[in-house]
């Protein structure tokens, strides 16, 4: 049971940035960053290997969000530049085998809020 504490959620304009972090228990399968806006189906953003650093990312997110790991922390941070109104969403950090291929993992953090105002 792989244990997710998400951080760093909040509310910024248009053009900004901000740095969400996810806390592991473990660092035995891939973790990663989805998102669900209201009325919207859940997708992933990012997605990282802790072993091998391989990383993947939506397209929507390419060249303005970054997934980088602290093996040393089991911290997996997603550093959100040029932020735009359509991020607005909840954030998920999960994990598992899945994940790194893009599909839903097997554990879940709660969830943390993050807004964009125009």
């Known amino acids: 049971q792989v244990q997710l504490v998400e951080s760093g959620g909040g509310l910024v304009q248009a053009g900004g940035s901000l740095r969400l972090s996810c806390a592991a228990s473990e660092r035995t399968v891939p973790t990663g960053w989805f998102r669900q806006a209201p009325g919207k189906e859940r997708e992933c953003v990012a997605a990282?290997?802790?072993?091998?650093?391989?990383?993947r990312y939506a397209d929507s997110v390419k060249g303005r969000f970054t997934i980088s790991r602290d093996n040393a922390k089991n911290t997996v941070y997603l550093q959100m530049n040029s932020l735009k109104p359509e991020d607005t969403a909840v954030y998920y950090c999960?994990?598992?085998?899945?994940?790194?291929?893009?599909?839903?993992?097997?554990?879940w953090g709660q969830g943390t809020q993050v807004t964009v105002s125009s």
């Open positions: 990282i290997s802790w072993t091998s650093g391989s990383t």
């Open positions: 999960a994990a598992g085998r899945s994940v790194i291929s893009g599909r839903p993992g097997d554990y």
